[in-house]
């Protein structure tokens, strides 16, 4: 396998240019040496699975190599969803949000260019390929995204950089320490144990750089509204089979919040101003003093949407109050993204994600939806099905 030690410079141009077989998506590459070269520079062990007494260091993914190798396909041999996919993916890794919404507005502009023929293309199943790896980026990519930085101190000797996945859990402990009986003592003994508070995660994005922060507020902004575009164009195309990228919205959507929450905190504009002189900058990067028990609504549990007027309401103790049907889905759909942080490797998630794409669909819909779902989807529908007592049946009979 080829590795690449530097990053290569790649014109988005280039790689949505047509290519001369085919109509213009050239050659299908799943059985090639270079589709094989690409998925083994992907493979990375997980940290969360024990080794037992087989200490070793753990493989990582090479993003470096794979985004060469996926740019060398798109521009000279393919147009390729998932090639396309595994770009962005790098992508996110290498360059964050900011790699993100350049990702999904090559990924619109290939679907929409070459949708007829680019691979995987239909076969006798329809367009189920293409089904299947739309719910993988979905996932693929909201793990990812659990996993980019939001907190940034240039200038500090210990840089603790946290991320969405350290925000779910904070929630957690603060939800923990909420039901015993010393809710002070808990967080203490939480600390003393080196788990990340609510408190320390507010203090981090308040000394965060206002650079940083304005910049991430931009690219979260741009790849929200790319993922718009995105999801439009594959709803007009695959119809109620379209994937709504749920998972990728609500990252996305929970990095806006916290982080518009700590400019208006930190009496700094949402947008980096460019004709601000270093100085001006310094000046307002500078955090408030700020009692940082009493700013427990800054972050507050994530909610579906930028637009207040579309977020379900919260309680004052940050319990979602849920009043109507789109707030129970909310609710599924927040449990699901904090249970996939806590156990990845749990169906529990993938359920919930299921249940929430039924949303705004009829029973009939819904029914027509599992007959086309992966197989794995189907697999674990069956055997919770076939764990089902004997009267359930009855009772639907009857």
């Not at 190798?69 to 962005?88: G, H, N, P, V, Y």
């Not at 929200?224 to 990728?248: C, P």
Request: proline share 5%; hydrophobic share 40%.
């Amino acid at each position: 396998m080829r590795v690449i030690k530097k990053r290569v410079t790649i014109v988005d141009e280039n790689l949505l240019a047509p290519l001369p077989e085919n109509s213009g998506v050239g050659q299908h590459l799943r059985y090639d040496p270079l589709y094989d070269e690409i998925r083994e520079a992907r493979k990375e062990e997980d940290e969360t699975l024990s080794q037992g007494i087989w200490q070793h260091d753990l493989k990582k993914a090479d993003f470096i190599t794979v985004e060469a190798l996926c740019a060398e396909a798109l521009e000279f041999r393919t147009k390729d969803i998932q090639i396309t996919s595994w770009l962005i993916d790098s992508w996110i890794s290498l360059d964050s949000v900011e790699g993100f919404g350049r990702g999904l507005s090559l990924c619109k502009e290939m679907i929409a260019t070459y949708w007829s023929n680019i691979y995987p293309q239909e076969d006798e199943d329809g367009y189920e390929a293409r089904i299947r790896l739309f719910e993988w980026m979905n996932e693929q990519f909201a793990n990812r995204l659990m996993m980019v930085p939001l907190t940034y101190q240039p200038m500090a000797q210990e840089n603790a950089i946290l991320t969405l996945a350290d925000w779910l859990a904070a929630l957690n402990t603060e939800t923990i320490a909420k039901r015993s009986p010393d809710y002070q003592k808990a967080l203490n003994e939480a600390s003393s144990k080196g788990v990340i508070t609510l408190n320390v995660f507010r203090k981090n994005l308040n000394i965060s750089d206002a650079k940083f922060l304005q910049k991430l507020f931009a690219c979260t902004t741009k790849a929200h509204t790319e993922l718009q575009e995105l999801v439009s164009l594959i709803s007009k195309k695959l119809g109620k089979h379209a994937t709504g990228f749920s998972r990728v919205k609500t990252c996305l959507d929970d990095i806006l919040r916290i982080v518009k929450s700590t400019l208006e905190q930190r009496e700094l504009p949402l947008f980096f101003d460019e004709t601000a002189s270093d100085e001006e900058v310094l000046l307002t990067s500078a955090p408030p003093e700020i009692d940082y028990m009493q700013t427990q609504d800054a972050l507050a549990p994530p909610r579906s949407s930028v637009s207040d007027d579309s977020l379900s309401k919260l309680a004052d103790d940050g319990v979602r109050s849920i009043s109507e049907r789109k707030d129970a889905y909310q609710a599924l759909r927040e449990i699901g993204q904090f249970l996939q942080t806590l156990d990845p490797h749990s169906p529990a998630p993938s359920l919930l994600e299921i249940i929430v794409d039924w949303e705004s669909k009829s029973l009939p819909d819904i029914l027509e939806s599992l007959s086309v779902a992966p197989s794995s989807t189907q697999r674990i529908i069956r055997m919770l099905s076939s764990a089902l007592p004997d009267e359930y049946d009855m009772k639907r009979a009857g």
